[in-house]
């Protein structure tokens, strides 16, 4: 394989749970050495989260496949010490502390920059850098209230929903990873380090771009809307006579093609539904129709005759369909990991190719601590002063 793009870059990762892992994540898959500070004796929070496979925890898992473990206890001074002196031999140093904690600590970006002038130090909070509410703790669904995607997300019926899955965290993860591959990139041409923060309320605010922009020319709220669009339509997901089809049309031709393919050409011509803006303003009239001819057959066969059509459209799979999808495998978009006794798991791969230096997999995660030593003798430690460490607790080792 070739050499990965970021190989010889080293990073050390303070973050914890899922959206600081999810950058250095991305990092390591394009061939970073990322060192994973965790607690002595318990790790990381992120260990604990639910499923697990005897001691993998699912999220944890995905998040720190690739990466080095090691345990140090970063509250007292000589554990302090110990990640200041790793620090001097790495590129980055990234976070995810809630506002204040890492002033606190004693491992603010002053600290860090004295030990290491040019190092990347790298921010990720829940609500930014500055402002009111920068000290507030924050999580993804937490976020997704604040910024407003709750208030889109969902049908209008019963209680707001969030995201099925973690948009903010992992949004902001790959923000995070971006900002510091521009940095290092910045600072092979100027010898300098800096600052990278992103945050899950900045990412919130930029997925909403579309619907602030709604308010701002409509003067109205997007609602919610379910599976259909304020944008386009018709656009979302129908009921055929076994299942669930997903179907999308953003131009006025496509919408031939579908009332066509539906066995109603007229359709196309009715005043009603003729323009985008027109279809939009009627969707549920549009909707009925469109319904009451989709349930009279399964939804492979809709899929089919959309396929000939050239419609946009998909079934709604469940995740063990997802896994045996015939383009996910011709991908290789997952990827087999081994767990040790735990058998292995299916990780997805990074949804990205880069023809000349292509990401990948670097290996499984690691144990608690499994790394500890090496990491210490590579930052100069001795044999009898890293024994010295464990022995006192400061550090833990597997």
Not at 75 to 84: H, S, Y
Not at 96 to 113: I, K, P, S, W, Y
Not at 290 to 319: C, G, I, S, Y
Not at 382 to 397: V, Y
């Amino acid at each position: 394989m070739s050499q990965s793009i970021l190989a010889g870059v080293r990073i050390l990762d303070l973050s914890t749970i899922v959206a600081g892992p999810a950058a250095s994540m991305v990092l390591a898959d394009l061939g970073a050495d990322v060192i994973k500070v965790e607690r002595v004796g318990v790790g990381e929070d992120g260990r604990g989260m639910s499923p697990h496979r005897g001691p993998w925890g699912a999220y944890f898992t995905l998040l720190n496949r690739g990466k080095r473990s090691i345990a140090v206890d970063i509250t007292t001074p000589e554990g302090k010490q110990a990640v200041l002196k790793i620090a001097e031999g790495c590129d980055v140093w990234m976070e995810n502390f809630r506002g204040g904690t890492a002033q606190r600590l004693g491992l603010d970006e002053a600290v860090v920059r004295a030990h290491k002038p040019d190092i990347i130090y790298a921010s990720l909070s829940g609500y930014g850098p500055g402002g009111p509410d920068h000290t507030r703790p924050g999580y993804d669904a937490i976020l997704q209230a604040r910024t407003g995607i709750m208030s889109v997300t969902g049908n209008g019926e019963g209680q707001p929903v969030r995201a099925g899955v973690s948009v903010l965290d992992f949004g902001a993860g790959v923000w995070m990873a971006l900002g510091v591959v521009a940095a290092l990139l910045e600072r092979k041409n100027s010898g300098t380090g800096q600052r990278v923060d992103t945050s899950l309320f900045q990412t919130g605010v930029m997925l909403m771009a579309y619907h602030l922009l709604y308010r701002q020319f409509t003067g109205m709220n997007p609602q919610q809307q379910g599976s259909r669009h304020t944008a386009f339509a018709p656009y979302g997901a129908y009921q055929a006579l076994d299942g669930t089809l997903m179907i999308g049309v953003s131009g006025d031709r496509a919408f031939g093609r579908l009332c066509t393919a539906l066995g109603h050409p007229e359709w196309a011509d009715d005043p009603r539904f003729a323009a985008n803006p027109g279809r939009v303003a009627n969707t549920p009239v549009l909707d009925g129709l469109m319904t009451e001819v989709l349930r009279t057959q399964p939804v492979a066969h809709w899929t089919a005759v959309l396929d000939e059509a050239d419609v946009a459209n998909d079934p709604l799979q469940n995740a063990e369909q997802v896994l045996a999808d015939r383009q996910v495998a011709a991908l290789g978009q997952l990827e087999a990991v081994a767990l040790g006794e735990e058998g292995s798991a299916w990780l997805s791969r990074l949804p990205l190719e880069l023809s000349a230096t292509p990401p990948a997999i670097q290996g499984p995660p690691p144990k608690l601590g499994e790394h500890t030593r090496a990491v210490l003798r590579e930052a100069g430690y001795s044999g009898e002063e890293i024994e010295t460490l464990l022995q006192r607790a400061i550090c833990g080792a597997a």
